[in-house]
């Protein structure tokens, strides 16, 4: 019954969303997205055999840095319920949760998971897509991520900043980095 929904739902979007905008804030709010794996939210919701999700507290599977950040296409993947499950990430399903708030950053917490995971991965592939999300949060004055205190205190203590010390590539961190006159940084 579900899935037949949720195909009627995408089928006639464009008509059910002219006809009312009232549609849309409802299901901003709701737990409708099938996503993989578990979601470590409070507002997720458990149907059948699904994990259920709001638009909002899943990411764009369409946007490669992410997906490579997050670890979407590996084999072994905590990460995919950060994702729609895949059946529901064709264009006309995703131009539909993109209105309704399918994040196209990383937030903090997804970040910090993500940085987590690389870390645990040794993944330098991934590890670069992070910094290079981080860089550009800073640079581009967004700033969602690097205004954040307490997300730069907990993610300058994980180590999954690649480095090369004598020929081997190790992975350390953000403090481990910083000379001593830049600490209180």
């Excluded at 949060?137 to 090369?164: G, K, W, Y």
Aim: net charge negative.
């Amino acid at each position: 019954r579900l899935k037949s929904f949720l195909s009627f739902l995408v089928d006639r979007w464009d008509t059910l969303y002219s006809r009312s905008h009232t549609i849309k804030e409802v299901l901003k709010d709701t737990a409708f997205v099938p996503c993989g794996g578990h979601v470590e939210s409070t507002n997720a919701v458990k149907a059948g055999n699904m994990i259920l999700a709001r638009p909002d507290q899943l990411l764009d599977p369409s946007i490669e840095s992410l997906a490579m950040a997050c670890g979407l296409n590996d084999d072994v993947n905590e990460n995919v319920s950060l994702f729609p499950s895949f059946e529901y990430r064709s264009e006309k399903w995703l131009r539909m949760l993109r209105e309704l708030g399918l994040s196209q950053n990383l937030n903090p917490d997804i970040y910090i998971r993500s940085a987590r995971r690389a870390e645990e991965a040794q993944d330098v592939e991934r590890s670069r897509k992070l910094l290079r999300h981080l860089s550009d949060d800073f640079s581009t004055n967004q700033r969602t991520l690097t205004s954040d205190a307490e997300f730069m205190r907990t993610i300058s203590t994980i180590h999954f900043i690649p480095a090369s010390k004598d020929g081997v590539t190790i992975f350390t961190s953000f403090q481990k980095l910083a000379i001593d006159a830049d600490r209180a940084l």
